[in-house]
T-cell receptor, first 112, second 111 residues
Framework: DAGVIQSPRHEVTEMGQEVTLRCKPI?????LFWYRQTMMRGLELLIY????????DSGMPEDRFSAKMPNASFSTLKIQPSEPRDSAVYFC??????????FGDGTRLSIL | GENVEQHPSTLSVQEGDSAVIKCTYS??????FPWYKQELGKGSQLIID?????GEKKDQRIAVTLNKTAKHFSLHITETQPEDSAVYFC??????????FGKGTMLLVSP
């Protein structure tokens, strides 16, 4: 049974470039979460979707960040333009309502 | 909103010893408390969880205790093994709200 799949696993790019992170949730899960993990701030929730609809994006740090979920099997997190302080590990997770969240292996993003 | 504090930030033990990680939460409405294990380069995996109608839950070498009055919960790992080395996160959730995570504890088990 495939878990949450994230791509790419690593991304290194120069500041100012657009970055797109991708996530495929577990089939049948109706909740999808995007997190950012840093040493200083730990795991922070950026945004979450229910049935492909964004429910709470209050964790999105700035307008440079945007997320979409065009269908039940795919979501993207975009950063445009990227800045060095965006360097972190970004995790996607999915779940059924009131059930535990299942995490992907993350995308390690480095902005030079 | 919810605030979750986790201690210690790092914990070193010898193989076979017990390890205890503690978390406190601020929102008395929180009713679900999972623990996740994150190995290097991997996503977090749920290892045990507890709901607010239960005071303790055990699964082999892992146990979680919850004190609702004091608003704290703890992870206990007995007979630690080197493969237990990882970062452990606690989290809290209330009602329809999302999980709020602690900042993590890096556990190192030395052979």
């Amino acid at each position: 049974d495939a878990g949450v799949i994230q791509s790419p696993r690593h991304e290194v790019t120069e500041m100012g470039q657009e970055v797109t992170l991708r996530c495929k949730p577990i089939s049948g899960h109706d909740y999808l979460f995007w997190y950012r993990q840093t040493m200083m701030r730990g795991l922070e929730l950026l945004i979450y979707f229910n049935n492909n609809v964004p429910i709470d994006d209050s964790g999105m740090p700035e307008d440079r960040f945007s997320a979409k979920m065009p269908n039940a099997s795919f979501s993207t997190l975009k950063i445009q333009p990227s800045e060095p302080r965006d360097s972190a590990v970004y995790f996607c997770a999915s779940s059924l309502e009131f059930q535990p969240q299942h995490f992907g292996d993350g995308t390690r993003l480095s902005i030079l | 909103g919810e605030n979750v504090e986790q201690h210690p930030s790092t914990l070193s033990v010898q193989e076979g010893d017990s390890a205890v990680i503690k978390c406190t939460y601020s929102d008395s409405a929180s009713n679900y408390f999972p623990w996740y294990k994150q190995e290097l380069g991997k996503g977090s995996q749920l290892i045990i969880d507890i709901r607010s109608n239960v005071g303790e839950k055990k699964d082999q070498r892992i146990a979680v205790t919850l004190n609702k009055t004091a608003k704290h919960f703890s992870l206990h790992i007995t007979e630690t093994q080197p493969e237990d080395s990882a970062v452990y996160f606690c989290a809290a959730r209330g009602g329809y709200s999302t999980l709020t995570f602690g900042k993590g504890t890096m556990l190192l088990v030395s052979p």
